[in-house]
């Protein structure tokens, strides 16, 4: 029986092994023949949901059955994330050094929540930080961590500033009795600064969305009356969220001033560098963390913008005691080896499992060196700002935002159209027209009520002509609108 057992089970690992290869063939051919795939899904409400049986299955399926379906049922309900005409929201890219580490990272299928569970990803992870913090030039004591999102980065920010505050008494007894406390963030910041504010009791109400200047950056001196008022009614400001790179239009609130108003009124400053992050390293974009010295925590994803596949968020704190004495927990069935001489991440985020991330980042740091990073992403900001100018040029078409990296906000102006609701609309049938054609894909905002078209540079494989021909096609799509005047 045990003998039949072991045989069923080396004959999975030759099947596995060929399916494996099969599957790399896949793989290589989708990255190769990208462009043949409609950038967007080109599907319907639940279309994919019909195709799939109501009830699972009661005898096994073969992986051939099962592929096919992948390709036949799911795979034209994708939207190609990879594609080199990926202008929307902002990238998720990825890269093969990325996807190696991941498909062994599947495999030996790990979970990393501390040092004893598997100590070459504890001990891969710092150093990875470390490599991380000196590649976007953050000072060295900053500590780090990978958590799955900026989000989730976010709510430990705002969470240790809560204890921190509170003496570490809410984590004791609870909000009851303590003052409202406050959190600070622009109008323009991240929708999960609102939403964290939620998830840590503090409640909506406070959380002050203080207004931006002309270049959507906060308006300091609007923050300081903010936290003045907060103070003299009797809250308690806990925390301000400097937005490096907002999703809106790229913002960048200028941290210098920041970091000295929450130095004054003893302000957590964390720093959402989610998108914008990877930017920094380039030397010359380094302007954006002056103030550095004043940050208390820092997010950014290299999942975003640095090659890097999603999930994989680097979560840096000055000093990673507020941190943890805010997460940490140990019952008797978690406690483990290693001592005070190691690193238990669990103690460091919100969720105890994790995976391990740490890999790909290795991957993808030695496959590329800090020199082809450097050159990827000023290639991207180049294209970018190169697009500004153009956009910039024509008489029919307005920019809407600054273009400090590689996000460009802009809008079709056509003379002949004056009211603002019919301008938005035809920005709007302009983003619909070229997302339903397959050709690329890009996504809108609102920049001072304005609908505003993104065009979000950012992927491994764009290249010139790939913004060029977007260009082309925006401006042959707006023109050949119809306008109803
Ligand atoms: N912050 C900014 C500035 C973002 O642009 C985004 C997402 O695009 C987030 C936070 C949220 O990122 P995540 O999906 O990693 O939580």
Redesign the pocket.
């Known amino acids: 029986m045990v003998e039949r057992f072991a045989k069923a089970i080396k004959m999975d690992i030759e099947k596995f092994r060929q399916n494996a290869h099969e599957l790399v063939d896949w793989m290589a051919d989708y990255l190769r023949d990208l462009e043949e795939y409609p950038v967007r899904a080109q599907v319907s409400p639940g279309e994919i949901l019909k195709q799939l049986p109501s009830n699972p299955p009661s005898r096994s399926d073969s992986f051939e059955e099962i592929f096919d379906d992948f390709q036949k049922i799911v795979l034209p309900g994708m939207t190609h994330w990879q594609h080199p005409s990926f202008f929307a929201?902002?990238p998720a890219n990825s890269s093969p050094p990325s996807v190696l580490a991941e498909m062994v990272t599947a495999t030996i299928g790990a979970q990393c929540m501390s040092w004893e569970t598997s100590p070459a990803a504890a001990e891969l992870e710092q150093r990875m930080m470390e490599w991380l913090r000196e590649i976007i030039g953050l000072p060295s004591e900053f500590q780090g961590v990978i958590q799955d999102?900026?989000?989730s980065a976010t709510l430990c920010a705002i969470l240790s500033a809560r204890e921190r505050a509170t003496d570490w008494r809410v984590n004791r007894a609870g909000l009851s009795g303590e003052p409202d406390m406050v959190v600070y963030g622009s109008t323009e910041c991240?929708s999960?600064v609102e939403k964290n504010v939620k998830i840590a009791g503090l409640g909506k109400k406070n959380f002050r969305k203080i207004q931006v200047t002309d270049t959507f950056a906060i308006d300091t001196r609007a923050l300081v009356d903010a936290i003045e008022r907060d103070k003299a009614e009797g809250r308690l400001p806990i925390c301000m969220v400097a937005?490096l790179?907002?999703?809106s239009s790229s913002a960048i609130d200028p941290l210098l001033d920041i970091a000295d108003i929450c130095k004054r009124h003893r302000l957590w400053l964390h720093v959402?560098a989610?998108?914008a992050g990877s930017a920094l390293v380039d030397p010359e974009l380094r302007w954006m963390i002056d103030g550095i010295e004043g940050v208390d925590s820092f997010v950014f994803?290299p999942h975003k913008w640095l090659f890097t596949n999603f999930d994989c968020?680097a979560y840096f704190v000055r000093s990673p005691d507020a941190l943890l004495k805010t997460l940490s927990i140990l019952p008797e069935y978690l406690k483990s080896e290693g001592g005070e001489a190691v690193r238990n991440y669990r103690d460091w985020g919100v969720p105890l499992g994790r995976r391990f991330r740490a890999l790909k980042l290795w991957f993808v740091l030695r496959s590329y060196g800090i020199e082809q990073l450097r050159k990827m992403i000023r290639t991207h900001i180049d294209y970018a700002q190169e697009l500004a100018l153009e956009i910039g040029a024509e008489r029919d078409f307005e920019l809407l935002a600054p273009t400090p990296l590689a996000l460009v906000c802009f809008r079709y102006r056509p003379t002949k159209v004056a009211s603002p609701v019919e301008l938005d609309s035809v920005n709007e049938r302009i983003v619909k027209e070229i997302n339903d054609s397959g050709a690329a894909y890009l996504t809108h905002t609102r920049l001072n009520g304005a609908y505003a078209i993104r065009i979000s540079i950012g992927q491994a494989g764009t290249k010139q002509h790939h913004v060029k021909n977007l260009w082309s096609r925006v401006k042959q799509t707006a023109r050949g609108i119809r306008l109803v005047v």
Request: hydrophobic letters at 30%; aromatic letters at 18%.
């Open positions: 929201y902002f999102s900026a989000s991240h999960s937005a790179g907002s999703t959402d989610a998108w994803n968020s």
